[in-house]
């Protein structure tokens, strides 16, 4: 018995193996089923019309119908097209907005808000509660209140201040932008509140009280603690930014549909006017996969950025 015991212990082992690989590939196999469904429908709403996409920017085609190909004359139309480079750098503008007022009008809400004790919850609901107002609903108000007749300025303009009487806000080329940009920068800001006050709640309070034993004051505290520890966040938010600003569309599109004159034309009004009102579906694509393109490059120069080591 005791001369047969080695191997049947090694039969035993190789039989548990056998099992665990077993066990193993049952569980990978329900895995892959349990995801099944949802592949299928990334399938479906993303790979397919991004590979769609990529073949109609190389094709003209009006939406319907079928498409007849015609190489890269579409990326040779779009890089003539001044309706395009207008287009652009209404979202380099935009851009530049918000990664600057929105930004820092929520850093110093969130850091305002980390000193309250009392009521913070309510007026965290105060900050967040536009976050949760359709686009729609905020866009509405808005051209109310810019309305030349009853809005905002005539108000302000029986009042005795009148800086902008005579201007209608969206109907002027010099401020149809701005005040767009203003609109989502109410919109969007109290969401950068909750994001950046969170972030601030995790920073250690030592830390706080080390400046403040070194003499430091608040500006300090911001300055050296602060943002140093909460810079993680500080570049998602900067990426979604980005991100948001080359998809900016719909208070463009509600509010001036990028008049007066395409003062406001951004990619994406531009893009839906020639695809819908057009017919121009190729183009359109084309256009589209330009936007994907530059968010690809924008990516990369971020990726090596971080890969040398830089802090962002």
């Given at each position: 018995m005791a001369v047969h015991l080695p191997v049947a212990r090694a039969r035993t082992a190789g039989t548990e193996r056998v099992g665990r690989r077993r066990l193993v590939r049952q569980r990978t196999v329900a895995?892959?089923?349990?995801?099944?469904?949802?592949?299928?429908?990334?399938?479906?709403?993303?790979?397919?019309?991004?590979v769609a996409t990529v073949y109609y920017s190389f094709t003209d085609w009006t939406g319907v119908g079928g498409a007849a190909f015609v190489g890269l004359e579409n990326f040779r139309?779009?890089?003539?097209?001044?309706?395009?480079?207008?287009?652009?750098?209404?979202?380099?503008?935009?851009?530049?907005?918000f990664l600057t007022v929105p930004i820092a009008m929520a850093l110093l809400g969130s850091y305002l808000l980390s000193q309250v004790k009392r009521f913070q919850i309510l007026f965290r609901l105060i900050?967040?509660?536009?976050?949760?107002?359709a686009s729609v609903v905020t866009a509405s108000v808005w051209e109310n209140i810019y309305d030349g007749n009853r809005g905002l300025v005539p108000l302000l303009a029986?009042?005795?201040?009148?800086?902008?009487?005579g201007v209608a806000l969206l109907g002027n080329k010099q401020t149809a932008l701005p005040a767009v940009a203003w609109v989502d920068t109410w919109h969007w800001w109290g969401?950068?509140?909750?994001?950046?006050?969170?972030?601030?709640q995790s920073?250690?309070?030592?830390?706080?009280?080390?400046?403040?034993?070194?003499?430091?004051?608040?500006?300090?505290?911001f300055r050296d603690v602060t943002i140093p520890a909460i810079r993680p966040t500080l570049v998602f938010v900067v990426l979604i930014t980005v991100?948001?600003?080359?998809?900016?569309?719909?208070?463009?599109?509600i509010m001036t549909q990028g008049g007066p004159?395409?003062?406001?034309?951004?990619?994406?009004?531009?893009?839906?006017?020639?695809?819908?009102?057009?017919?121009?579906?190729?183009?359109a694509a084309a256009m589209g996969l330009s936007m994907t393109l530059l968010s690809a490059v924008l990516m990369v120069v971020y990726l090596q950025l971080r890969r040398r080591g830089w802090e962002v």
């Open positions: 895995g892959w089923l349990c995801l099944a469904p949802f592949l299928v429908v990334n399938l479906l709403v993303i790979v397919g019309p991004s139309q779009l890089a003539g097209d001044g309706n395009f480079h207008n287009a652009l750098a209404h979202v380099a503008q935009w851009t530049a907005f900050y967040f509660v536009p976050y949760t107002i029986d009042a005795g201040v009148s800086p902008l009487e969401f950068l509140v909750i994001v950046f006050l969170a972030a601030m920073v250690d309070a030592e830390l706080y009280d080390a400046v403040r034993i070194d003499g430091g004051g608040r500006w300090r505290e991100i948001g600003s080359l998809l900016a569309f719909d208070y463009i599109y004159a395409g003062a406001t034309d951004v990619v994406g009004t531009l893009l839906y006017e020639r695809a819908f009102r057009l017919f121009e579906a190729g183009y």
